[in-house]
């Protein structure tokens, strides 16, 4: 940002692109995606040659080494399209990033310029049947065999889980707790790696997601990321940056429904003139468009402190994500109300954004999570 209000001229550039992007890639299909469940591996891949698959992985490991607010700039008006396919991407990112940021030179070498062309695509892997907001009580175990540790456990909601290639795992290497936990990549293709079904949701439909089960999987050590006991650092690190990319989608689908909303009430009559013409509508309208760019300043803030490593980070990565996930979501329910009885119907794409939407108040760290992290952190 050129000062604290405006975005620079290369951002401006890079949220045109994104824009134009999704324009003529995304939101054509996006409905269509969904209702078939559709997986638009092509169009993820075509994202990849912008270089939307490597937004922070540096340049010298063939990324574009942009910050977290270029990310959520992308990420934002991706979501605009579609927010499932919007979030693995994020995802991927994600992942690419923590093998770039605390890897070593062989492991980078081996994993990212595929990763980087999205000639392979990846999934984080975090949450378990037993643990999700108490991410630190994990139970997967890898056990040193060797050059290879032995893993077993199930991941649970992995996003891209039986469809990507590449897993980028947190399992127990050590004792009870966060210390104890480690991070190892792991192949699809590797014995002894399988897959639940895929789940049946309510929204997302465009983004698979299934278990992923381990069983008895060597893997090499030179696939673990960092040191032993670094894992749990690692995934935390990783969650500022998803928790700001989940907001954005948020914001994303707000402002297109909003877009909708607006249009609508414009051409929409009754009792004999625009619903636009009523005051009621006004004023929802306004405390939607209100509530939106409240949200999109605090996140844009937050991802400014990310990037500089500000030490109140993490609790303004929190704050943006409540805010934009929750306001979000209320912005799609009030557009749906203003469309009546076609915004419940599939033709309009309001109740297919109202379902997308949902699930962020869940992701990377429920929205109750958050409250606590932000209560912890103002009582330090």
């Known amino acids: 940002m050129t000062d604290q209000f405006s975005l620079t001229e290369d951002q401006i550039a890079i949220q045109d692109m994104a824009r134009r992007f999704t324009a003529d890639a995304i939101t054509p299909f996006a409905a269509q995606w969904d209702e078939d469940h559709t997986f638009p591996r092509e169009t993820i891949k075509a994202a990849a040659?912008?270089?939307?698959?490597?937004?922070?992985?540096?340049?010298?490991?063939?990324?574009?080494?942009?910050?977290?607010?270029?990310?959520?700039?992308?990420?934002?008006?991706?979501?605009?399209?579609?927010?499932?396919?919007?979030?693995?991407?994020?995802?991927?990112?994600?992942?690419?990033?923590?093998?770039?940021?605390?890897?070593?030179?062989?492991?980078?070498?081996?994993?990212?310029?595929?990763?980087?062309?999205?000639?392979?695509?990846?999934?984080?892997?975090?949450?378990?049947?037993?643990?999700?907001?108490?991410?630190?009580?994990?139970?997967?175990?890898?056990?040193l065999d060797g050059d290879c540790y032995v893993v077993n456990g199930t991941k649970q909601?992995?996003?891209?889980?039986?469809?990507?290639?590449?897993?980028?795992?947190?399992?127990?290497?050590?004792?009870?707790?966060?210390?104890?936990?480690?991070?190892?990549?792991?192949?699809?293709?590797?014995?002894?790696?399988?897959?639940?079904?895929?789940?049946?949701?309510l929204g997302w439909n465009a983004s698979p997601t299934a278990q992923v089960?381990?069983?008895?999987?060597?893997?090499?050590?030179?696939?673990?990321?960092?040191?032993?006991?670094?894992?749990?650092?690692?995934?935390?690190?990783?969650?500022?940056?998803?928790?700001?990319?989940?907001?954005?989608?948020?914001?994303?689908?707000?402002?297109?429904?909003?877009?909708?909303?607006?249009?609508?009430?414009?051409d929409r009559k009754q009792f004999g003139k625009a619903i636009a013409e009523f005051q009621n509508t006004q004023f929802v309208l306004a405390d939607m468009a209100t509530d939106l760019e409240s949200a999109r300043s605090l996140l844009y803030m937050a991802a400014a402190k990310v990037t500089s490593?500000?030490?109140?980070?993490?609790?303004?990565?929190?704050?943006?994500?409540?805010?934009?996930?929750?306001?979000?979501?209320?912005?799609?329910?009030?557009?749906?109300q203003m469309f009546g009885g076609y915004g419940y119907l599939r033709d309009y794409p309001i109740e297919r954004f109202w379902r997308d939407l949902r699930v962020h108040r869940i992701l990377e760290g429920t929205n109750e999570v958050m409250r606590m992290i932000v209560g912890r952190d103002l009582l330090k």
């Open 49 to 143: 040659e912008l270089g939307f698959a490597a937004i922070y992985v540096s340049e010298e490991s063939g990324g574009i080494g942009l910050g977290r607010l270029e990310a959520a700039l992308i990420m934002e008006a991706m979501a605009y399209g579609c927010p499932a396919t919007s979030a693995f991407i994020s995802i991927h990112n994600m992942a690419a990033w923590m093998i770039d940021t605390f890897g070593g030179d062989e492991i980078k070498g081996r994993y990212l310029p595929n990763l980087v062309t999205m000639d392979k695509i990846a999934s984080y892997c975090l949450t378990e049947p037993g643990s999700g907001s108490d991410a630190a009580a994990l139970k997967t175990t890898a056990r």
């Open 157 to 201: 909601f992995i996003s891209g889980g039986g469809v990507n290639d590449i897993y980028v795992t947190m399992v127990r290497t050590g004792d009870d707790g966060a210390r104890g936990i480690s991070c190892l990549v792991i192949d699809k293709d590797m014995e002894g790696v399988s897959f639940g079904a895929p789940e049946r949701k």
């Open 213 to 266: 089960i381990f069983d008895n999987v060597r893997v090499p050590v030179a696939n673990r990321v960092g040191a032993e006991g670094d894992g749990f650092k690692f995934a935390m690190a990783g969650l500022d940056g998803g928790r700001l990319n989940i907001g954005a989608c948020s914001l994303g689908g707000a402002q297109r429904c909003l877009d909708e909303a607006v249009q609508y009430v414009k």
């Open 309 to 336: 490593g500000a030490p109140d980070k993490t609790r303004f990565s929190a704050m943006a994500k409540k805010l934009a996930t929750d306001n979000g979501s209320s912005i799609v329910d009030r557009a749906l």
